[in-house]
Structures are given as C-alpha cells and as structure tokens.
C-alpha cells in the first residue's frame, strides 16, 4: 500500500468532550473519524449525504467511504479543488489543466471535462458551483464575468456580464432558473439563467461583496460584505429587507433549512442567530477565548448549530437558547462545518482533512447516585485517621471527580499549583469504567485500563484491571480553606469552582 492510499490517522476513535470550566456535563459522545493521507492536500469535501469524501492533493483525488474508512478511488494528476454534485453522484476535481467529472457509479472513466484555457478563461469556482439538477456549473472568469456551462457534452450555455470588478462568488436559485453573483464592486446581480438576462442589482453594501447565497425558497439572498454586515434581499425586487450588523468582519452565514434563521460566524469570537425577516438577533452563541469563528451550520431539524472556530474547536449549541451543548476537538481550525441529512457532523479543518463525527452514546442513559457524584481523593485506608491537613493535601493535589452521567476526570498538581487534566473515564451504572489518557476532551483509540469504583458514605475503593490486588481507598472531600499561597496561584479558585460544579 503506498502513503498516498494510506489513511494516515485516527480512524474510528472516540471522542469524549465536556468543558470543565463551564461546569456543563456534555448530552453525548461522538464517534470520529478523520480522513488523511501523506500528502500535501488542498481541499477537503464531503458528499452530500455523508458517506463519502474526497481529497484533492499534489498527486491526484483520493476518495474514501466514510462508514468503514475503506478508500474506494485514486484519481491520478494533481487537484487544487473538489465539488459534488447536489445528489452526489458526480464529483467535479479541478485539475491543472481542466475541471473534469466523475460518476461515482465507475471512478475509472471520466465522465466529462471543461478546458482550462485562454479561451474558457476560467479562473476560479464559486463555493457552490453545481446547479440543483448537477447538470451545469457556474464559474468565475478572468474578465470580471460568470459563465455557465452544461456538462454533458460540455459547452458554454451563458456569459453574465455585468460587473466592473472581479468576480468573488456565485450560485444558483433552488429551482436553478436564476444565478446570483457577487463582486468586489459592491454588487449583486441576479440573472435569468437560461437567457443571461438581468433580474434585478441589488446594492447596498460599503464594500466588496464576498459570498452570496439564496433561501431554501428562492425568494431571498444572502449576501456578506467586507463592510462588517450581512444582508437580506428580495431575490425578485431587489429591496432590502434586513441588515445583520457586526462588530468584526463576517467569515460565514447561512439559513436555516425553512429560510427562517440565519446563522452567522465571525472574527470577534461570536456566532449570532438572526430572524430572517426581520433581522433581529435572537441568540448569541459564544464562548469566552474564542477569537474567530470561522463557519456555521444549522442541523437538519434547526434545533442546533455547529460551529468552527480558530481555536481548534467545533462546538454544539442549542440554536433556541445558544447554550453550549458539547465541544469537540477539530484538530485544526474549523473551516466548513456541516451536517449531512442524518445530522452527521462533517469538517474540513484547514482544508488538510476531513473529520466525521458522529453521536454514539447519549450521556442521558447513565445517571449515578447522588451519594456516588462529586470530589473525591485517595485518601487513607480505614485504620488511619484522616486528619483535616491529610484530606486537605489529597483533596487539593490529586481529585478525581466525579459526574452524574458517569464522566470521571483525575486531575493533579501541587497546592500552590493549577490542576491539569491528567486521566478520564467513561462509567456505566455500575461504576465499572473505561480509562483515557489526557483531558475529557481528548481524541482517544482505545481505553489504556479498566477501572471499578466501589462507593457508598463517602468512603470506598478505586480498583485497576492491570492491577486487581492493589485496590486503593478513596474519601469523599470536604470543602477546603486556602492559604495565601494558593490563592495567589490561582489554585483555590479554581478547586473552589471544580468543587462547586463537581455537585458535592
């Protein structure tokens, strides 16, 4: 097998993911699954419907099936972008030379190709360049217009001419009658695009134009500008119908699946959820740290939004309330989040893999005791006295806490020193444990132990299956008093909001 065919890393491994800052117990786990080779990779998109996904890389187009991680086709020659069609049943690879399609249904014979040339004078593709039937493409030219072109039998169908600056984005109406595009002239323009007659301009924003889109209805669009706004416009009149200003430039906006909502992500840190009609911001989705948010998408049912951020991170959030649902490691910046039909979570992070995630286990099915849940430490076994300074060392330098869904996190350092995430467990009922290395958000393959808890008035036992004979006692721990060293360090205020949060 050679490094090209290789899936580099991380296939099938579980995700954990819980803020201990927050004090929030996550609703679930997720399965991932990243796809990588070795090799320099300059685009990443999934299919549709999430089963299959394709990278363009400096050797050619490796596809994979994402349900067992199988590759199922190489495409030779260099790729600087992939597309699929709206069905999935085409992919569209943007060579050195061509744009050149694939049916899926027989990989080894291309399907057609349009010529990158100084006639074609293609430069660039659109976000979305497939029309909803996958029968045509819009593409960005060297001349400041947009062309259609059919594919089958490929052959320019339309030139839309009608901007005074280059080209930055284009897409087609749901019912693929008309085209949209934007600029950096500060215009849209919407087109009849059989005819390549003009509808309608729409203009309005300050600045150059970068990504246009319609509603799910085609009656509105969507535009962001590098004014620091997000427009809504009358697809058919033209007229504005709402301006979603921000306080820093706007990477992504999208609408919900009813064209009701709009979700936004931008630079300031924040994703906001709109009203559509009218403009008014009805949740704010943000967590302190967070310095760009760089997409976001509504679930199928609109109940959640996910986000990318630059800090590596994809958070769930409930789209009513915009309360953090679950956070999960993305490896990489968080370009292209998604969620395929079954709610599958998809990202291209940087553009360099794609990830996969997947709920396997709702955290709802296990619920501990309430004698069970909280802080608790090594403690001494039952024949020495555990003395308040002996319960404080062991409280304040190795806890192990413990949630009501069954999440179990050890964390260690010295008294006059922040703690740091050291092992995690998932629990059953029961309390028998699979142990993880690092902090409960940690990409894990395979539990490095097995681990029994055994509780009852706040005394019990901790028990390892590496080690069955050496069991270790544990004491439930009180709330402690600091000194001013510790509270220098910043050590008792966090123990006091672990402590807190941990239920105790």
Request: net charge negative.
């Amino acid at each position: 097998m050679t490094a090209l065919k290789r899936i580099a890393i991380l296939l099938g491994f579980w995700l954990v993911t819980i803020s201990m800052t927050s004090g929030a117990i996550a609703a679930d786990f997720y399965a991932s699954r990243v796809f990588s080779v070795d090799q320099s990779v300059y685009a990443v998109r999934f299919s549709p419907a999430g089963d299959r996904v394709a990278l363009a890389t400096n050797a050619g187009t490796i596809i994979f099936n994402t349900s067992d991680g199988k590759q199922v086709a190489e495409l030779k020659g260099k790729a600087s972008s992939v597309a699929w069609s709206p069905d999935g049943s085409m992919l569209m690879v943007r060579t050195e030379d061509a744009l050149r399609f694939w049916n899926i249904a027989d990989y080894s014979k291309e399907f057609a190709a349009i010529p990158l040339t100084a006639q074609t004078l293609i430069i660039g593709l659109p976000r979305e360049p497939f029309s909803p039937d996958g029968k045509r493409i819009v593409v960005l030219r060297q001349d400041d217009t947009v062309a259609v072109w059919q594919i089958e039998g490929p052959r320019e169908v339309a030139i839309l001419d009608g901007h005074s600056a280059p080209l930055t984005d284009a897409g087609f109406s749901p019912d693929g009658a008309r085209v949209a595009t934007a600029a950096k002239d500060k215009a849209v323009v919407v087109w009849d695009a059989a005819t390549a007659k003009k509808i309608v301009k729409l203009e309005g924003h300050e600045k150059a134009i970068d990504q246009v889109g319609f509603s799910p209805d085609g009656a509105r669009i969507l535009t962001v500008g590098r004014d620091r706004t997000v427009r809504v416009w009358d697809a058919v009149g033209g007229g504005a119908i709402a301006t979603l200003r921000h306080q820093a430039d706007v990477e992504a906006a999208t609408f919900d699946r009813e064209g009701k909502r709009i979700v936004t992500g931008a630079d300031d840190g924040v994703a906001r959820v709109f009203n559509a009609a009218s403009g008014a911001e009805i949740a704010t989705l943000k967590e302190d740290g967070v310095e760009k948010v760089l997409s976001a998408a509504f679930s199928p049912d609109g109940t959640r939004i996910a986000t990318g951020s630059s800090d590596r991170y994809v958070r769930i959030w409930d789209a009513a309330s915009g309360k953090q649902i679950v956070k999960l490691n993305g490896l990489s910046e968080g370009y292209g989040v998604g969620f395929t039909d079954d709610a599958t979570i998809v990202v291209r992070p940087h553009g360099a893999m794609g990830v996969l995630y997947t709920v396997r286990q709702s955290r709802g099915d296990v619920r501990l005791a309430d004698g069970m849940v909280g802080m608790w430490a090594f403690g001494p076994p039952d024949d020495v006295d555990a003395t308040p300074d002996v319960m404080h060392l062991i409280c304040s330098t190795s806890p192990y806490i413990i949630h009501p869904d069954g999440l179990v996190e050890y964390l260690a350092g010295g008294e006059d020193q922040l703690l740091e995430p050291r092992q995690f467990m998932r629990c059953k009922a029961d309390l028998t444990c699979d142990v993880f290395e690092g902090a409960a958000h940690s990409l894990a393959a395979d539990p490095l132990d097995k681990a029994t808890f055994k509780l009852a008035d706040g005394k019990g036992t901790l028990c390892m299956a590496s080690d069955p004979d050496s069991c270790n006692t544990l004491r439930k721990c009180p709330k402690l008093e600091w000194n001013d060293a510790a509270r220098a360090s910043g050590h008792a205020e966090q123990w006091d909001k672990l402590y807190a949060a941990s239920a105790n």
